[in-house]
């Protein structure tokens, strides 16, 4: 098993909004950053959700005036998050077994997670390819 860890193989640092920020604010966060999502954030910096495109696509959906609407009336507050230590294999894992696209790379602080990195399934694709390049055991991600 590869010994590279999460924060070894993330591309980018995390990007965040808070709950009260405007939709249409978060969409162009979104925009000029070439990202998927936010992580959001209260005042102190603790993990209360994420915001994703499909967010706010379901926001456009649900209404014309999405714009106005806050990113705390769509964000998903059930957010799978994993420890900056843990492996490259166990990320993966949990993407799949889970469904989902990100993981958010969180630290301990005061009793609430901070979050740090988001990992997700595009940057250990673009590991994968990568590291194939390099040798032919299957990159990062093999069991081997």
Known sequence: ?????????????????QAG????????RMVDEFISALVV???????????????LLRARLDSAEWKTSTVGDYMSTNVTTIA??????????LLVDQRIHRLVVTTQEDGSNRPIAVISTADLVYHMTRANMRSSKGGLLTDR
């Open 1 to 17: 098993m590869s010994a590279q860890t999460v924060m070894q193989a993330k591309r980018y640092g995390v990007y965040t909004c």
């Open 21 to 28: 920020d405007t939709l249409l604010r978060a969409a162009t």
């Open 41 to 55: 954030v209260d005042d102190s910096g603790s993990l209360v959700g994420v915001i994703s495109r499909v967010d």
């Open 84 to 93: 900056p230590d843990a492996p490259l294999l166990d990320a993966a894992r």
